[in-house]
């Protein structure tokens, strides 16, 4: 028996199948489908610009926090030391006073914006909520009234923290103006009786008078330096404050609207090319089944 090569030649009977694509065909089922095209991507073109017109406008309201801190040693900027760390703080803001103050405003509104909590460094914190320009007023409410809860949490630890650093330098302040008395009256004393007495006896007070009036200058010294501190940790330690309160961002945030349409539109054109394939495909099904 003779094998016949297989040559690629075909019978009558037999039919031809070309798996490979032809970019021809591709484009000729676009152009037989060019207004299923059209209409899927005014479709979504219309309904990404309707929903990004509903989008309300909403902005971000910032509220800068100045945590409580205290002085706490001889430099004088960088020796302060919060009275609670930013991470407990946070914690406070975040688990207990943020919820327990929106839950009191739900009371009187039907909606009350979110906060969020960013770490500014050193002792700032920021508080931010964005809604609509008419509820600004709401939200300076809500964040004033969480700032100040966390400044009535922190004034009571402010109060001992500042005591505990000031009461040392108050005792030696008051252990020095008793030493100063003291010396005064002594050097009054000797004064008194220099002016009674002569001889060696009136120059040996000289010399302790000379020694009592060194020694009051360092004691003297010493107590400037001392209320300078007082002062220092006075002046530099504070409660928790507000810096700043509901300031609104210079431009509207969230959803932007050109970056919505220009989506919605290059969806469009993905859903029309798909749409008019899945179409041709399933027409030339339905022809199949018919020839069949």
Known sequence: MTEVPSSGRQGPGQERYDDEISLVDLWLVLVRRKWFVFLVIILCTAAGLVYALTQPVQYEYKT???LARVHAGSDRYKDLELVMSRENSMSLLELVIIPAKREQLLEEHDAVPRVNIADQGDHHLLLISTGE???KDQVIRLHKMVAEE???VHAQ?????KLSRIKPFENKADMIHEQIQ???????ILTARSQEKD????????QQMGDIRRELVQVRRDRVETESVIETIEELSHPTQINFLGVESENPVGTNKSLVAALSLVLGVMLGIFGAFFAEFIAKAKMAAREQ
């Open 64 to 66: 800068n926090i100045e």
């Open 150 to 152: 966390l400044a009535g």
């Open 182 to 188: 003291t010396l005064e009256d002594l050097l009054h």
């Open 199 to 206: 001889g060696i006896s009136s120059i040996v007070d000289a």
């Open 157 to 161: 630890q402010f109060k001992k923290a």
């Open 133 to 135: 320009p008419q509820k």
